[in-house]
């Protein structure tokens, strides 16, 4: 049974970082492309980043965290990491880690993605 546990969460100030950490369990990482989406209420969920399996590229799916959010692998502890740096009010979301079953990122829609973490809470305020 797969299983993605996210954490990390929380309430950051503007301008301020965080990140946000999702262990797997049922699957290896280092397998799959992964990615990190978000949702604010009323709207869809979006997808922001993606990294593949193979060469560690790194796929911007949203334009405005360029530069701001990266994503990483730690193999050994089988967990993903999204780094988040000059957050905004925007920003506020539920963030979820998501897999796919190939190697390669594609596309940013949700429904391309097989597995999901629980979702977490981020909230940028002063």
């Known amino acids: 049974q797969v299983q993605l546990v996210e954490s990390g969460g929380g309430l950051v100030q503007p301008g301020g970082s965080l990140r946000l950490s999702c262990a797997a369990s049922g699957l290896t990482l280092s397998d799959t492309a992964i990615a990190w989406f978000r949702q604010v209420p009323g709207k869809e969920r979006e997808g922001l980043l993606c990294i593949s399996s193979i060469y560690d590229l790194t796929t911007y799916y949203k334009d405005s965290v360029m530069g701001r959010f990266a994503i990483s692998r730690d193999n050994a502890n089988n967990t993903m990491y999204l780094h988040m740096n000059s957050l905004t009010p925007e920003d506020t979301a539920v963030y979820y880690c998501?897999?796919?079953?190939?190697?390669?990122?594609?596309?940013?829609?949700?429904?391309?993605?097989?597995?999901w973490g629980q979702g977490i809470q981020v909230t940028v305020s002063s």
């Open positions: 998501a897999t796919k079953r190939t190697q390669w990122c594609s596309g940013g829609v949700p429904g391309a993605f097989d597995h």
